[in-house]
């Protein structure tokens, strides 16, 4: 339709406004035209001029144009040259669907003045369609009973073609049991059925699947296919059968409850109900039920108790399987347990000893024990120890049974006890072990003497002790036990028979205690030695002995004793003194001893009263008496001097000597007493005589003694020897104020003087000497710590 013209509608008004009014203007004959379906736009359909008779000048003259019954434009007029041209595609399916055949009316319209001439259009079908299978997949079943020649009709394909292009055929991929067969329809169409051969089983093929094929009738032809799934329905004809006859396991003894013993699986050929399988025990006994159960559905056996090889190590279980025609299968199952190394090995004591004396010989039985082990073969195998660095030794007996004896000599004193581990481990995996304590006592023996703490004891007490005072303590240990380890003291005889032992000391037995029976005199004696022993109760006792050395301390139980000047003469001792003396002079010297030693003897003077004070002084170291000044016509004649000597005790002891001193002139003749006065002094003065004769003799025999003592006392010290009453030597300096005297008396260690009696003229007169042994040092050393000195004078 060209531009400018009506629309459809308008035309359709119109035209059947004149159809209406005269059917004349409408030639009766109806033209026909073809064209095949699919065709290319602007292909050539007909010429309505040749058809209509016309000339082409009149198509534009009058209007021609084309007009379809749906106003659809398919074709196209061309008024140039009255061709009739494709406007579009055709697709007969669309248009026409399965009308065959398929005719599209249309009007060839002249407008001035107005005709219509009537055409049709058909549409011919070409092979452009495949064939359809509205399903895939065709199921069908079939009982396996059913009897061959039986038919089962399946749904035919579709195609949208017809005609010959439409389904001509079906074929069945082959196979042995069917074949097709094609039926027509009421409606000229083919549809297929299956044909059943061969009888089916479902136990030997329970599906069956076939390829069903539709073919058309186009050039080239067209298919499509489907899978035919036959379902072999199953019935009751096949018992349940089990995998195996008989299921040997094996089962570890420790496996925990619940755990799986082995599953069991039957199979039944049938399907549905009848291959439904339900698994029990068949005809077991208790013990198996308590100790198994079987899943009904899954075949599963689990434990419901725990194993023990030692108690059962194998079961037989029956097992069944029903399907649901109640056809049964049965098969067993063999249960071997497993052994695991699940039990320790057992120590069993039968005889333990225990003390045992230290003395026993080697190899002594000191135990008998047995081992058990009740798992089986290496879980059974034990191997038997104890620790190393004893004096025991293990040895294998019968089977099982070992011995535990000693290897070698035991000391009880060394060790007491022993805690000896009996270790026992067997060979399984994982290893166990056993251990067992045993504890061995070792007697004692009395083998061990008391020893003493010390080989030698030194005590020391002071003099005039209170009697049954203790003064030491010596102990001995035994290293035995019991009875054998009770220490009993005892004093042995004394190696000197002249110490009277029994007098001095006591011991007491149980402890060892000592004790001063008397007094003790330093002066007397100042040391003894004893020997102490101490024995065990053991059978037989041993004993040992120590030397016991009691040193007497010195107390200070001497007062000093003045030898020179004597104080018990009948007539007092003058000192002569020139005028002319200078300061310093030597009056005389005061001699005194001191019974005690060390500090106690060491002495110091002091002049305590005077009559001039001032003219005389005392040396406190020696005693010596000197002038402290010149003398002078105004100081008187006669002088009367009091010396005070004391000790360094605690507390001092002291004693006082009275000294008369005449100052003269000179010592001629008449300076002296008349021969009246000499005649009436001289019966009072020879006692002083025979004193003073007494005191240079004891002086003098006291020296020799002493030498002799020195040269005593250093031949002991060489021979490495102490005697009994030894003198001791104060050591250490002695204080500013004081002078080293001894028992002996005042005697310094520098000086000595000679005291020498004149006579011939009636009178007595001294002759002071100076110094003749400066250089007798340590004679007058030893002369001091004697002590018979003094005891021999009787000052004690």
Known sequence: MEPGEGSPQQIRQALLFFVFLGGSLVCSETWRYSVAEETEIGSFIGNVVKDIGLGVEDLAARGARVIFDDYKPYLQL????????????????????????????????????????????RVKDINDHTPTFLDKHILLKISESTTPGTSFQMDSAQDLDVGKNAVQNYTLSPNPHFHLKLQDSEEGRKYPELLLDQPLDREKEPELRLTLTALDGGSPPRSATALVRVLVSDINDNAPEFERSVYEVLVPENSPLDSLVVKVSATDLDAGLNGELSYSFSHVSRDIRKTFEIHPISG??????????????????????????????????????????????????????????????????????????????????MVCSIQDNLPFLLKPTFKNFYTLVTESPLDREKRAEYNITITVTDMGTPRLKTEHNTTVLVSDVNDNAPAFTQTSYTLSVRENNSPALHIGT????DRDAGANAQVTYSLLPPLDAHVPLASLVSINPDNGHLFALRSLDYEALRAFEFRVGAADRGSPALSSQALVRVLVADDNDNAPFVLYPLQNASAPCTELVPRAAEAGYLVTKVVAVDGDSGQNAWLSFQLLKATEPGLFGVWAHNGEVRTARLLSERDAAKHRLVVLVKDNGEPPL????????????????????????????????APLTVYLVVALASVSSLFLFSVLVFV??????????????????????????????????????????????????????????????????????????NSNFINGFGFN
């Open 78 to 121: 061309d008024r140039q040259t009255g061709n009739l041209i494709l406007n579009e595609k055709l697709d007969r399916e669309a248009l026409c669907d399965l009308t065959e055949p398929c005719i599209l009316n249309f009007q060839v319209l002249f407008e001035n003045p107005l005709q219509f001439f009537r055409a049709e259009l």
């Open 300 to 381: 599963e056996v689990r434990l419901k108790a725990l194993l023990d090889f030692e108690l059962i190590k194998s079961y037989t279980i029956n097992i069944q399987a029903i399907d649901g025609g109640s056809l049964s299968g049965k098969s067993a199952i063999l249960v071997s347990v497993v052994d695991v190394n699940d039990n320790p090995p057992e120590i069993v004591i039968t005889s333990l000893t225990s003390p045992i004396p230290e003395n026993s010989s080697p190899e002594m039985v000191v135990a008998v024990f047995s081992l058990r082990d009740q798992d089986s073969g290496d879980n059974g195998r």
């Open 474 to 477: 010596v102990r001995a240990t």
């Open 654 to 685: 002291s004693a006082s000597v009275t000294l008369h001193v005449l100052l003269v002139d000179g010592f001629s003749q008449p300076y002296l007493p008349a021969p009246a006065a000499e005649a009436a002094d001289a019966a009072p003065a």
């Open 712 to 785: 005593a006392v250093r031949l002991c010290r060489r021979g490495g020897a102490a005697s009994v009453g030894r003198c001791s030597v104060p050591e250490g300096p002695f204080p500013g104020h004081l002078v080293d005297v001894s028992g002996t008396g005042t005697l310094s260690q520098s000086y000595q003087y000679e005291v020498c009696l004149k006579g011939g003229s009636g009178t007595s007169e001294f002759k002071f000497l100076k110094s003749v042994a400066s250089n007798h040092q340590e004679s007058v050393n030893d002369v001091e710590e």
